[in-house]
């Protein structure tokens, strides 16, 4: 049985939007300006190995499936083969690899990939979806 695991990027004051800097936001980019060492390098490489499933809500997972295809080593192949479940009931089709659409019954859907589920659920960003399962 999966584990739901909340991994966020956040500033002392309170922004999570856009931490890698696709360009939406004011501040956008502000994550990737500090190097977060080696041990912070291994938690976040060791986060995703753990992860058995990919839990994202549209806005992560569009910025995911547009960044995540073109890169290729040991974590880019993790994230890239991983099944990944978004929740959107506007997206039609996943088109990033493994990619399942959850469109209804978000809560029944989510218990039934928890009990499939070998390994941990990581749901990053998606904020909008952390407050909903909440």
């Known amino acids: 049985?999966?584990?739901l695991?909340?991994?966020e990027?956040?500033?002392l004051d309170g922004v999570f939007q856009d931490p890698g800097g696709s360009g939406e936001f004011d501040r956008g980019g502000w994550a990737f300006q500090f190097d977060r060492g080696p041990e912070g390098n291994k938690f976040k490489f060791d986060e995703v190995m753990a992860a058995g499933a990919l839990l994202l809500g549209r806005v992560t997972y569009?910025?995911?499936a547009k960044a995540w295809p073109g890169m290729h080593d040991?974590?880019?192949d993790k994230m890239n083969t991983m099944p990944k479940y978004v929740v959107s009931s506007t997206l039609g089709d996943g088109e990033w690899n493994n990619s399942t659409v959850i469109?209804?019954?978000i809560v029944d859907s989510i218990r039934a990939i928890k009990r499939d589920v070998e390994g941990d659920i990581l749901i990053n960003g998606s904020g909008q979806l952390v407050?909903?399962?909440?």
Do not use: H, W
């Open 1 to 3: 049985m999966g584990a």
């Open 5 to 7: 695991v909340v991994s």
């Open 9 to 11: 990027f956040i500033t």
């Open 62 to 64: 569009d910025g995911f």
């Open 74 to 76: 040991e974590f880019a």
């Open 103 to 105: 469109a209804t019954n």
């Open 131 to 134: 407050r909903t399962l909440m």
